[in-house]
């Protein structure tokens, strides 16, 4: 079985501009939760999103914003970039809202 | 509030000795999970072990054991046997048994030394 999925792996972006960051979780998981990890932290919490709802939201901006597809797939989008957005983001999936976590190997986001 | 503190920023180990990690961590709910995870510089998160808060047994996973003492808080990670390819970040987290999000430590770079 494939593990979760995310998708670039890496990329560069400019200050005020959009990203759309992509996670396809593990087969039969249904939720998707998205964590931002700054360089020489933790990861913390951005979003969790269960049966295409979100269940939980961090303390993020509201230029940070996410759904879910019918698919279970994900998308994280972030607008008006900033250089503290500059992190590594992970996705991780669950079967169910509080299952444990199986994680993705993360978009490496660059803010320049 | 949840709160995960790591006091070490960075440990080596000889390989083939065993290694401690410390967590200690505050919350106010009664009932939680404690983990422990691997960051190899790939940046995936790898699940290692797991601790309830009503478990009264320490948790065992091969060659990783949780040391859980729930009066003093702390839930340190016990790596027996090191191997150069434990070398890696280590993080500890927490979640609510009913919560929806984890709360993680600032990490220990472990650094195996043959």
């Known amino acids: 079985d494939a593990g979760v999925t995310q998708s670039p792996t890496h990329l560069i972006k400019t200050r005020g501009q959009h990203v759309t960051l992509r996670c396809s979780p593990i087969s039969g998981h249904k939720s998707v939760s998205w964590y931002q990890q700054v360089l020489g932290q933790g990861p913390q919490f951005i979003f969790q999103?269960?049966?295409?709802?979100?269940?939980g939201r961090g303390n993020f901006p509201d230029r940070f914003s996410a759904r879910q597809f019918p698919n279970y797939s994900s998308e994280l989008n972030v607008n008006a970039l900033l250089l503290g957005d500059s992190a590594l983001y992970l996705c991780a999936s669950q079967r169910g809202p509080i299952s444990g976590y199986t994680f993705g190997s993360g978009t490496r986001l660059t803010v320049v | 509030a949840q709160k995960i503190t790591q006091t070490q920023p960075g440990m080596f180990v000889q390989e083939k000795e065993a290694v401690t990690l410390d967590c200690t961590y505050d919350?106010?709910?009664?009932?939680?999970?404690l983990f422990w995870y691997k960051q190899p510089s790939s940046g995936e998160m790898i699940f290692l072990i797991y601790q309830g808060s009503y478990d009264e047994q320490n948790a065992t996973e091969g060659r990783y054991s949780l040391n859980f003492q729930k009066a003093r808080k702390s839930a340190n990670l016990v790596i027996s046997a090191s191997q150069l390819g434990d070398s890696a970040m280590y993080f500890c987290a927490m979640r609510a048994e009913t919560g929806n999000q984890f709360y993680f430590g600032t990490g220990t770079s472990l650094t195996v030394i043959p």
């Open positions: 919350t106010s709910d009664q009932s939680y999970g």
């Open positions: 999103y269960y049966e295409k709802e979100e269940r």
